[in-house]
């Protein structure tokens, strides 16, 4: 069974940083890219933050472009998500996710950015 573990996060002044990791295990397929999705208070929909492919190619939402970078180790299965220059509007619950054969969702890390 693919889990999906999520550290980092927390709270933290606007202008802050923060770093999220997340870690894949138990698949038996290989993935094809990782990245994060968050869901702000009140919202209905998550929305793609960042993402990154098995080949290195990374993608970010136009709100966090320049501000957030993110990073994959294909041998561990990991994907990190440096966030720099933090906003009130960064507030959200964030989620790693895996592709593979099919998406994986991990349980979601709260992020609180104060003003």
């Known amino acids: 069974q693919v889990q999906l573990v999520e550290s980092g996060g927390g709270l933290v002044q606007a202008g802050g940083s923060l770093r999220l990791s997340c870690a894949a295990s138990?698949?038996?397929?290989?993935?094809?890219?990782m990245g994060w999705y968050r869901q702000a208070p009140g919202g209905e929909q998550r929305e793609l933050v960042a993402a990154i492919s098995s080949d290195g190619r990374a993608r970010y939402a136009d709100s966090v472009q320049g501000r957030f970078t993110i990073s994959g180790d294909n041998a561990k299965n990991t994907v990190n998500l440096q966030m720099n220059s933090l906003k009130p509007e960064d507030t959200a619950v964030y989620f790693c996710y895996a592709m593979m054969q099919r998406l994986y969702w991990g349980q979601g890390t709260q992020v609180t950015v104060s003003s």
């Open positions: 138990g698949g038996a397929f290989s993935i094809n890219a």
